[in-house]
């Protein structure tokens, strides 16, 4: 039988955030209903649990997810609002249960988050890159370099740099952690190669890279070094997009409340 991507989205409003856990578990930031949904590999509802904190001596807060990221222990952090556009970082069981807090003093309307497979150390994009060690200490934070945005990040396959996607730019940036640029591949344009507002971006387990190429309706693949490969699919309006350990591709779509699994033989063929 023909393999068939699998969309689904019935459960949630605001699929911002996506990310996968090493069980294949999909966990979904829904960020106007201020809970994270978990689905199976095959898009079915499992559970969920509602994103509430505590900071001792003070009352139980709720924070809406704007997205998420799994470590390599299985912990699943969540970054979002608690307030305005106050920022705050908070690690969960799989099961939702309190785990840690990370002290976030800034804001912004749309920050994101990623891991890194290798140490747990966690990066946040919210106008500055925000790197913190796996305890949950600030290791660095820089800014790109001038007149460059940025909108999400991924660390390469390495483990040692930092891909961020330029929105305005229609590049992405490779920075190390400590805040040096490295290289930039695609450029803005319709073309093979070309990006017009890249959002997501996510690498496999042989070091390629997914950018999800947002005004082109489509997900492209890179090599590590940031050559393009081809296109992966066509998509409308993908976001968010992470990389499954059985080679899947899973797409976040917030503008149209859904979530769409892509299978590894539609990405690799």
């Known amino acids: 039988m023909k393999p068939k991507k699998i969309t689904f989205g019935e459960e949630g409003r605001t699929p911002i955030g996506v990310a996968i856990s090493a069980d294949n578990e ?51 952090w969540v970054v979002g609002h608690i307030r305005d556009w106050v920022l ?39 106008r500055k890159i925000f790197v913190f060690l796996s305890d949950g200490s600030l290791y660095n934070k820089f800014r790109l370099v001038r007149g460059v945005d940025s909108r999400y990040a991924a660390y390469n396959n390495d483990g040692n740099s930092l891909l961020i996607t330029a929105f305005k730019h229609g590049t992405v940036q490779v920075y190390t952690q400590d805040g040096d640029k490295l290289f930039q591949f695609g450029s803005n344009g319709r073309g093979k190669g070309q990006l017009r507002g890249p959002t997501g971006i996510c690498t496999d387990s042989s070091g390629n890279i997914f950018v999800s190429n947002m005004k082109n309706n489509r997900i492209d693949m890179f090599t590590s070094r940031g050559e393009f490969v081809r296109t992966v699919v066509s998509t409308n309006s993908p976001w968010k997009i992470a990389c499954g350990p059985d080679g899947q591709l899973v797409v976040a779509n917030s503008r149209h409340s859904t979530v769409t699994i892509i299978p590894r033989q539609l990405v690799s063929s």
């Open 26 to 76: 999909i966990y979904v930031s829904d960020s106007l209903n201020n809970r994270v949904q978990v689905f199976n590999k095959y898009g079915v509802f499992l559970r969920l649990f509602k994103t509430v904190y505590v900071v001792p001596g003070k009352r139980k807060q709720t924070i809406s997810p704007n997205d998420v990221a799994i470590d390599a222990k299985g912990s699943v």
């Open 88 to 126: 705050g970082v908070v690690q969960y069981s799989q099961s939702g249960q309190q785990i840690s807090t990370i002290d976030l003093t800034t804001s912004h309307p749309d920050p994101t988050i990623a891991v890194n497979a290798r140490n747990n150390n966690i990066v946040v994009v919210a």
